[in-house]
């Protein structure tokens, strides 16, 4: 089963319509797909008949265990596989100085604590979900937390302050996945970071790149191909590994 925070359009969208489009193919086991919302879209509503809908506020925790409660009887004695953590918001502030504590505030606490209460909280369906899986590789397949983060989380690369807020949070993404890290993989569930691309979404703005089918069909080569190995690491396209 998997777990897609956020996907009432954009990249969360595009994966939820990915993973029921291969539902849909001879020969592959299903998978159950459950998108977990605090609000639904149109083009969410389209999918309703194949898919499980959740709803869920990351930044309240009685809504995230109501929707771990519901997501627990969804996927029963077989637990959870994947939980992809989509759920951001990104404030266009003008710099550092021009950074509000509460833009700041909010941004880290959908961007970051959002995702920290949510992977804490699904980790017991997570175990589950490694252990009923356990004859094969650690992979996307046994159990695993994929983390959306951004390019413009690594200190390394930084060289302006735009959106400040978004960047910071980006950060503490990469860093509590790496924490995370150590100590989910001792439950056998593997943890890491995704820079999805510069792609059209409400967030990224129209003059990106990449379309969200792109960036989605980047993200599911690199699903299908992450190891151990991969744990606590901070990827892109490819598999490419982006410096913190």
């Known amino acids: 089963a998997v777990v897609s925070t956020q996907s009432t359009g954009g990249i969360g969208l595009e994966l939820v319509r990915y993973f029921v489009k ?3 193919l001879d020969g592959v086991s299903k998978t159950k797909v459950i998108s977990c919302t605090r609000r639904m879209s149109p083009e969410l509503e389209e999918l309703l008949e194949e898919i499980h809908h959740v709803e869920l506020e990351v930044t309240n925790s009685k809504s995230i265990e109501n929707a771990v409660s ?3 009887t969804i996927v ?3 637990g959870l596989n994947l939980l992809i953590n989509n759920a951001a ?3 266009h502030g003008k710099g550092s100085l021009g950074c509000t504590e509460t833009e700041l505030t909010e941004t880290l606490n959908v961007n970051v604590t959002g995702i920290h209460s949510v992977t804490r909280k699904f980790h017991p369906l997570l175990k589950i979900g490694a252990a009923f899986q356990k004859n094969i590789p650690h992979s996307c ?3 695993a937390v994929l983390n959306i983060s951004s390019e413009l989380g690594s200190i390394h690369n930084t060289n302006n302050s735009f959106t400040t807020a978004y960047r910071v949070s980006k950060a503490a993404v990469n860093m509590l996945t790496k924490c995370a890290s150590h100590d989910l993989v001792k439950d056998d569930i ?3 970071s995704v820079h999805p691309g510069w792609v059209r979404t409400d967030l990224g703005g129209p003059q990106a790149p990449l379309s969200a089918e792109e960036s989605v069909a980047d993200i599911v080569e690199m699903i299908e191909q992450l190891t151990k190995e991969h744990n606590g690491m901070f990827v892109r396209k490819g598999l490419v590994v982006e410096p913190y």
């Open 22 to 24: 291969q539902n849909k």
């Open 70 to 72: 519901k997501v627990s």
């Open 76 to 78: 029963g004695d077989e």
């Open 89 to 91: 918001i990104m404030r």
């Open 141 to 143: 397949a046994q159990a």
């Open 190 to 192: 593997i943890c890491l």
